[in-house]
């Protein structure tokens, strides 16, 4: 076995130098995803790449879809129409936040899809319970066609 002279040696870069030179940056870019709530990071992270993408407001839309069905109650609830047409005023309207997230479950790859469709179809079976039928609305999505106040 031939060694080499001490001169001759390269010298070791301890391993923090080594990771200082390669900077790690998080998969979603600039901010974390925001907590959503019973969904799983993963979705979560393909959530907020919608949001970039379309520029919705998917997880606002379904917490306000939660919130408007979250009091419980016997009596029926009723959408309010919305007044004002900027982003995040558009979702007090909650049939509005309803076409967000169909909008968003036809974007999202099939595992985040069947996640957040899930939580959807919970939250259509309550808003079904809790809502009446308007029998002469002439709106395409059963959720718009809903009794509402004017």
């Known amino acids: 076995m031939v060694v080499s002279p001490p001169d001759k040696l390269m010298p070791r870069r301890c391993p923090g130098a080594i990771r200082a030179d390669h900077p790690t940056h998080p998969v979603w870019g600039y901010r974390p995803p925001d907590r959503i ?3 799983s990071a993963g979705t979560i992270l393909e959530i907020l790449r919608v949001e ?8 606002t839309a379904l917490l ?8 419980p109650r016997q009596w029926p609830l ?8 900027c982003p995040s005023c558009r979702l007090d ?7 967000v997230l169909e909008d968003a479950l036809e974007q999202l790859p099939p595992r985040a899809r069947a996640e957040l469709r899930r939580r959807v179809m919970a939250l259509d079976k309550e808003y079904r319970r ?4 308007d029998l002469w609305s002439d709106q ?9 106040v004017h």
């Open 37 to 39: 709530p019973g969904l």
């Open 93 to 99: 309207d909650v049939r509005n936040a309803r076409d």
């Open 52 to 59: 970039q993408r379309t520029g919705q407001l998917v997880g």
């Open 130 to 133: 809790r809502t009446l039928p």
């Open 64 to 71: 306000r879809y939660r919130e408007f069905l979250s009091p």
């Open 140 to 148: 395409e999505t059963w959720w718009r066609r809903r009794l509402t």
């Open 78 to 85: 009723y959408p309010m129409p919305d007044v004002c047409s």
